[in-house]
């Protein structure tokens, strides 16, 4: 039934479909290694398309790297890492913390993105040795997904998934509970219901078949349009259509015809958020960033947010209009920073405003404002050091706004080290106690180049320990740059007597950076 239904609904989705030959490609590791499809021939392949920003990228990476050691054990599956949104230096600053143990490479051309069509991050392709895609996975796949999908290519079978949550939504979406004949009042009625089995269907949790489940809402909005465009007379009606329309195009690529759908409803509904919101997502992917960042505008100032402001500045970088951008993080920032001030203390609204901070100083990045961005990067840093240890977005935000202000100083001009401390994210260093403050100092620069570091500003008796390498030295240490110019140190503060809270600086190769003890870096 399960490959019936399959096989039923492949066309309606754009992209490579499982059971074909998997598309050519070619990259080159960050290792500067070309690779190629042809290179894995009689091996299974693990493709994952990812990017550091993404916070389901980056729960998914334990998992990867754990899958990648037990199936590359045997030496006939191979994993590849490949980053369609971002240069060379963010990942290794990302590598640097968190080694993922299997080759990376940059999308640089993005023409592994567009010949596999990925849309979402992170996607992950399976394909078996006879180089047939055998499963395409968007969403953070789980260790049994995964496992079952290497185990189907490993055999030369198209990956299935049958898990509850799926089988949810085949059932949300099972044509038959339409009514899909009638008057046209019952025509009418239906859009209304499809619309709304699509909401509920795209808000199961679990694992699920984002591909699937497209194509079944696809196939579903295709049906019911056919019956509804010579009935749709009626306000709600022209806009359910305009929907349906606009979003089965979208689904397959078909910007054009999105974009015509999306236009109709809005000559009907001009000011209706929904259908601008698909308008402004099928503008960027056509590649029309301009009119895109019109859009978001308009939807900024209809329903203001910070959630909008944001999404309005991120366009205006893909655009280049930096001066917009600029004023648009600015509009989300004041909203978070009042947000704050309403409610102290709440980690919805610092969670908010340290991600404002953080996806503005990706715009200054884009707009070649190093300064501007290394600010913003530590506002990022700051606001999020106040939210609970426990936090969703407490390690990521602090990992993701280091990884960035790395990534600026790496292959830094005239050969020049920098250093960079934040709060320590992940397990317990080994020895540490409670009372032991712990940070992650970042040295990057030169590859080879041999780096002294020493710790000043200490109260009496208080001592810094450098670890790296499975060694740790007190106050002072001596490290070489790896090849990828960035090396990761374990800097512990272990307070030895009562002192107010000092302001510690890490020194090295004429540079520093401080961290005011039991704050924020």
């Not at 392949?45 to 998914?60: Q, S």
């Not at 940070?439 to 570091?453: H, M, Q, S």
Request: proline share 6%; hydrophobic share 45%.
């Amino acid at each position: 039934m399960v490959h019936a239904l399959i096989a039923a609904t492949a066309l309606t989705v754009s992209g490579p479909q499982v059971g074909s030959p998997a598309p050519d490609f070619h990259l080159t590791t960050l290792e500067g290694k070309p690779v190629a499809l042809a290179d894995y021939r009689g091996k299974t392949v693990v493709l994952n398309d990812w990017a550091t920003w993404c916070p389901p990228c980056r729960e998914e990476a334990p998992d990867l790297i754990a899958a990648a050691k037990k199936f590359g054990a045997k030496g006939d599956v191979v994993f590849l890492g490949v980053d369609s949104s971002e240069s060379a230096p963010i990942v290794r600053a990302f590598l640097a913390a968190k080694p993922m143990g299997y080759a990376q490479s940059i999308d640089r051309d993005h023409a592994f993105s567009k010949a596999y069509d990925v849309r979402a991050y992170p996607t992950t392709f399976v394909i078996s040795p006879d180089g047939v895609l055998r499963a395409r996975f968007a969403g953070n796949i789980s260790p049994r997904v995964l496992a079952g999908f290497v185990s189907d290519a490993r055999a030369g079978r198209n990956g299935v998934l049958a898990t509850a949550a799926q089988k949810k939504i085949d059932a949300l979406l099972d044509p038959a509970k339409f009514a899909f004949d009638g008057d046209p009042a019952s025509i009418r009625s239906a859009a209304t219901a499809v619309l709304h089995a699509i909401d509920a269907a795209d808000n199961v949790d679990g694992d699920t078949d984002y591909f699937r489940t497209q194509a079944e809402e696809t196939a579903l909005r295709d049906r019911e349009v056919t019956l509804l465009e010579p009935v749709a007379d009626t306000e709600p009606s022209m806009i359910a259509l305009a929907w349906l329309q606009g979003d089965a195009a979208s689904a397959r690529g078909h910007w054009p015809e999105a974009l015509a759908a999306y236009r109709r409803g809005l000559g009907v509904a001009p000011s209706d958020v929904d259908l601008l919101g698909g308008y402004a997502a099928a503008l960027h992917a056509s590649g029309d960033d301009a009119t895109a960042t019109d859009t978001y505008a308009k939807i900024a100032s209809i329903q203001p947010s910070v959630d909008a402001f944001v999404a309005l500045g991120v366009s205006a970088g893909d655009a280049k209009r930096f001066d917009d951008g600029t004023v648009a993080f600015a509009q989300a920032i004041g909203r978070g920073r009042a947000a704050v001030q309403a409610k102290p203390g709440d980690p919805k609204a610092i969670r908010k405003l340290a991600w404002a901070y953080l996806y503005g100083g990706r715009l200054f990045v884009k707009a070649g404002d190093s300064a501007k961005a290394r600010r913003a990067f530590a506002q990022t840093t700051a606001w999020t050091a106040k939210l609970p240890k426990t936090d969703t977005r407490y390690a990521m935000y602090l990992e993701e706004a280091q990884e960035a202000t790395v990534a600026l100083d790496v292959g830094h001009p005239a050969g020049k080290t920098a250093l960079s401390l934040a709060p320590w994210t992940g397990p317990d260093l080994p020895g540490s106690v409670s009372s032991t403050y712990k940070y992650r100092l970042v040295v990057a620069g030169v590859p080879g180049k041999i780096v002294t570091l020493n710790a000043s500003g200490l109260p009496n008796r208080w001592v810094a320990s450098f670890c790296s390498d499975r060694q740790c030295a007190p106050f002072r240490t001596t490290v070489a740059l790896p090849a990828s110019g960035v090396k990761v140190i374990e800097f512990q503060v272990i307070p030895q007597s009562r002192a107010a809270a000092p302001t510690v600086r890490v020194n090295g190769d004429g540079t520093s950076a401080s961290v005011r003890v039991g704050g924020s870096a």
